[in-house]
């Protein structure tokens, strides 16, 4: 405990100037209680402001000495109560650091507190690593790593496929960062699927992290190609004809290439059929994605990575010009990464526990947009995945529910 002396205050500062009061004291060293006085100290503490102003307490302590001269001998300051561990302030500041950290940036706090943002990042970092020493996020059997964008910066969504739970965030699509989540997962030896898009750095991450887990290149990642090549080659033959020919015979094209031949109606089928005649290429990239989207269906017979490819070839092989353009990403990307794609085909657990869209993943990047305008990528994945404070006990938690977080921000 303090008693204050008396208390000094200026435009800027409040100083209190307190003894910190005596009591027992062992030697840390040797444990003797044989301890005498040897001088005294004083130390400037930082405690929570007050009234806009920076608060200092001048804290005199005393310094001690062994007096167990033939072992130890030592000299040995009086203990400071309540004071953080690694920096002069007082454990309430620490606290006030940590929970000002999540809705203010670190540059307000520090100009608050006269001291420098530096500072105020590692306390907060410290106050964030203690309370994630409290909780353990259980290991999904099915961790997807899905890349989200925020503010023209790639960061990485780790999911629990199976819940549909966001279990962590990465801030670079980097395999170093990846390689360090990774190896912070609690129990990663049970994750035994990993769902990946086309990232070489995951693989190279997910290979070195998790030998024994099987990445695979999930469904929705490449349907996203097949449909990023459609829009490419609606895009350019739209471009190539007058507004009359868009408003007389390509009014509904974009609704007619997004959905599976089977749910076309009557009047599509027609729209269709003028195709082949009047616009091939339209005709052909809706028919060769048709081709790809029915390797994922349960009745195609697809048993293995070998049958796929046929299915691919048979889908995309005939293609020419314009289409064969705009595939080319999709089928060069499928051969580079042959073993991952096959590996859903092959393990009954990636198709199983895989992600059947990305539309509520990729959501997160809006969600992180808002809550991170000027604040610290840390603070934001505080919020988002951990209690506001140090919780009384330790928990474990699945993670956090990706629907309610998209819901609860009011994105569509």
């Known amino acids: 405990m303090y008693k204050v002396s008396f208390c000094e205050e200026s435009d800027t500062v409040i100083r209190l100037h307190a003894e910190v009061l005596a009591g027992t004291h062992d030697c840390p060293f040797c444990r003797s209680r044989e301890v005498g006085a040897w001088g005294q100290r004083s130390v400037t503490l930082l405690d929570m402001p007050r009234r806009g102003k920076r608060v200092e307490i001048v804290a005199t302590a005393r310094r001690l000495r062994c007096k167990n001269k033939g072992v130890c001998g030592k000299l040995f300051q009086q203990p400071l109560p309540d004071t953080s561990e690694h920096h002069n302030m007082t454990k309430r500041l620490r606290r006030w650091i940590g929970e000002q950290g999540r809705v203010r940036t670190f540059v307000a706090i520090a100009r608050d507190l006269q001291i420098a943002e530096a500072t105020v990042r590692q306390v907060f970092g410290d106050c964030i690593r203690e309370i994630e020493s409290a909780m353990r996020i259980l290991p999904p059997t099915v961790l997807a790593l899905v890349n989200v964008q925020v503010h023209q910066a790639c960061r990485v969504a780790a999911v629990n496929a199976e819940l549909g739970t966001l279990v962590g965030l990465v801030d670079k699509d980097e395999a170093a960062a990846l390689s360090a989540y990774l190896a912070d997962i ?110 994922y269906d349960k009745d195609a017979g697809i048993r293995d990575g070998s049958d796929a490819a046929d299915a691919l070839a048979a889908a995309v092989g005939g293609l020419g010009g314009l289409c064969a353009t705009h595939f080319q990403p999709l089928v060069s990307t499928l051969r580079a990464w042959r073993g991952p794609w096959s590996n859903y085909f092959t393990h009954a657990g990636a198709r199983a526990g895989g992600l059947e869209r990305l539309d509520d993943i990729q959501a997160i990047g809006t969600v992180l947009e808002e809550l991170g305008r000027s604040h610290a990528f840390g603070a934001v994945r505080a919020n988002l995945l951990l209690p506001p404070a140090l919780p009384a006990r330790s928990f474990s938690s699945r993670g956090v529910s990706i629907s309610r977080l998209v819901a609860g921000a009011g994105v569509v």
């Open 186 to 295: 609690y129990d990663r030896h049970k994750v035994g699927f990993v769902s990946l898009g086309p990232s070489g750095p995951a693989l190279a991450a997910v290979e070195l992290v998790l030998p024994d887990a099987v990445p695979f290149l999930d469904k929705p990642h490449v349907l996203g190609m097949v449909d990023r090549a459609v829009r490419g080659v609606r895009r350019t033959v739209r471009r190539d004809v007058t507004r009359q020919v868009r408003d007389k015979h390509l009014l509904d094209d974009g609704l007619i290439l997004e959905q599976r031949l089977r749910d076309l109606s009557g009047e599509h089928l027609s729209a269709l059929e003028m195709w082949r005649a009047s616009f091939p290429a339209l005709s052909d990239a809706l028919e060769a994605a048709e081709g790809v989207r029915r390797i």
